[in-house]
């Protein structure tokens, strides 16, 4: 069983559309995050949300905004998309913001 | 924001040699560190952690080592295989958040 799942894995789309990332944990965790990864491999926080709550609303522009419908959900969702949005994306969860992460596999975006 | 820095973005070592991967950390308050591994494709992975209340500690060929006085993590690796190709992170944890360095690219020749 996979502990944290995000999808889709690829998403291609042209700039100005509209995308969502959806992620799922079944760890029973509490607090959940989305991270973004740049060429570099350079891993910078987005969102960490704590039972719905968020609690961590970094220097992101306002065109990604995270949805926790529950604490095992943290989906992200995308407007007007740009060529400096292609990325990949990952979501992770962790036992309390004091624990370590499980990490979801990756979502690489691509804006055309 | 933190600043995590590695000292090598890139190391290439013999297989069955040890491995030594460092990362800088500049916050003193830091008081969890985690290291990670990222495979090709893949999302990070947890490998070990330590909390700032200890110099050392040790899992299953890894070893990571932490010097506050310098602000230094060490991740040593023995008898790296080929499996351990991946790019390294090393994470410090200030106040709820965790700060993730840029990350060292180890590649293992057979």
């Known amino acids: 069983d996979t502990a944290v799942s995000q999808t889709p894995k690829y998403l291609v789309t042209q700039m100005g559309n509209d995308k969502s990332i959806k992620c799922e944990q079944n760890?029973?965790?509490?607090?959940m995050y989305w991270y973004k990864q740049d060429s570099k491999k350079f891993l910078k926080i987005m969102f960490s949300?704590?039972?719905?709550?968020?609690?961590i609303n970094e220097t992101v522009p306002n065109r990604f905004s995270p949805k926790s419908p529950d604490k095992a959900h943290l989906n992200l969702h995308i407007n007007s998309l740009e060529l400096g949005d292609s990325a990949v994306y990952f979501c992770?969860?962790?036992?309390?913001?004091?624990?370590?992460?499980?990490f979801g596999s990756g979502t690489r975006l691509t804006v055309v | 924001g933190e600043s995590v820095g590695l000292h090598l973005p890139t190391l290439s070592v013999q297989e069955g040699d040890n491995s030594i991967i460092n990362c800088a950390y500049s916050?003193?308050?830091?008081?969890?560190f985690i290291w990670y591994k990222q495979e090709s494709g893949k999302g990070p992975q947890f490998i070990i952690d330590i909390r700032s209340n200890m110099d050392k500690r040790q899992g299953q060929r890894v070893t990571v080592l932490l010097n506050k006085t310098v602000k230094h993590l060490s991740l040593q690796i023995a008898a790296t295989q080929p499996g351990d190709s991946a790019v390294y992170f090393c994470?410090?944890?200030?106040?709820?958040?965790?700060?993730f360095g840029t990350g060292t690219s180890l590649t293992v020749i057979p």
């Open positions: 916050n003193s308050a830091s008081d969890y």
């Open positions: 949300y704590n039972n719905k709550e968020l609690i």
């Open positions: 994470a410090d944890k200030t106040g709820n958040q965790f700060y």
């Open positions: 992770a969860s962790s036992e309390t913001v004091n624990y370590g992460y499980t």
């Open positions: 760890l029973g965790h509490d607090t």
